[in-house]
């Protein structure tokens, strides 16, 4: 781990992800997998105080024992933590007149334990270390519901990150070659610019991206505040959704042979992915078989999986 340089924009990219403790929804980010993911404890706060969850992990922050903790954690882990500053929070913490903002503490003492975004998935976020400890601290009850539901994030984290992922995204890679084929026969004319041609590949690929994750290419990076070629949304897809997405583009493809309008494409590829999606959350016995057809099926570089139309 670091100090403040590059960490937090990697976690920018990375998907934002929700486990459910009992009932209450909290925000996750960074790597789950490998023990690198950061918790909202704004959501957390949430539990104890729905209105004023800010006050919540201000008053945790007042505490002699949370600075001690939150000290010792960022020595074990970040070689540019300032003690000085820690020691004199440290001194100071557990008077009745002392007081302490998350943003305060990553200022003065250059922290990487806690950190503070804003915008729509703005709010505090801690290390999974620190937010457990702040969920004891609310509720040793929530705090093993919290931990129930994040195992089983990590797990299908995992599952997603396994060799069946890498297979569809590669067996994506090959029917978006089967896609822009039929782009280019169909729908690219002599007489159409560079510019317009390019326009046309991008719009078709964002009629996929509408009908499968309801925004474009570039909304999502506006959401993200990613600019540049990558990354893409369609590296953050999970397994089901990749799976759709091969079909789609099959799917697509035949459509614009037959000459059917855009508008009406839109139509039929939002249905398609709505009904597949639908089957695959409700069948995940025909998920696995799924991974094991496309890895074997991406050896082979064959087309397209055949699942529901």
């Not at 403040?4 to 996750?28: H, L, P, Q, S, W």
Request: aromatic share 10%; charged share 30%.
């Amino acid at each position: 781990m670091r100090g403040n340089t590059g960490k937090e924009e990697k976690k920018d990219f990375m998907r934002n992800m929700k486990i459910d403790a009992n009932g209450t929804e909290i925000r996750v980010m960074g790597d789950v997998v490998s023990e690198d993911a950061y918790i909202s404890l704004t959501d957390i706060a949430k539990y104890k105080n729905p209105d004023n969850a800010f006050i919540v992990v201000a008053n945790w922050m007042r505490n002699h024992s949370t600075i001690s903790f939150l000290g010792l954690w960022e020595q074990i882990h970040n070689p540019n933590f300032k003690p000085i500053e820690f020691d004199r929070f440290k001194a100071e913490s557990g008077d009745n007149a002392f007081t302490l903002t998350p943003q305060q503490w990553i200022k003065a003492t250059d922290a990487i334990g806690i950190v503070s975004k804003s915008g729509r998935y703005g709010g505090t976020y801690a290390h999974t270390d620190i937010a457990f400890e702040f969920a004891s601290w609310i509720s040793p009850e929530f705090k093993l519901y919290i931990i129930k539901d994040y195992q089983r994030l990590k797990k299908d984290e995992a599952n997603r990150l396994a060799i069946g992922w890498d297979a569809k995204r590669e067996l994506s890679k090959i029917n978006y070659r089967i896609h822009t084929d039929a782009v280019k026969e169909f729908l690219i004319t002599p007489t159409l610019s560079p510019q317009e041609m390019a326009y046309t590949y991008a719009s078709e690929a964002d009629i996929l991206n509408m009908a499968l994750f309801g925004k474009t290419a570039a909304q999502w990076k506006n959401e993200k505040g990613i600019s540049g070629k990558a990354p893409n949304i369609r590296d953050f897809a999970s397994a089901e959704e990749l799976v759709v997405l091969i079909n789609l583009e099959d799917t697509n493809a035949d459509l614009i042979r037959q000459e059917v309008p855009k508008i009406e494409r839109l139509k039929i590829l939002r249905e398609k992915a709505y009904r597949q999606l639908e089957i695959l959350k409700k069948n995940q016995e025909t998920l696995e078989t799924l991974k094991k057809n496309l890895t074997e099926k991406t050896k082979d570089n064959d087309g397209c999986l055949e699942l529901d139309t």
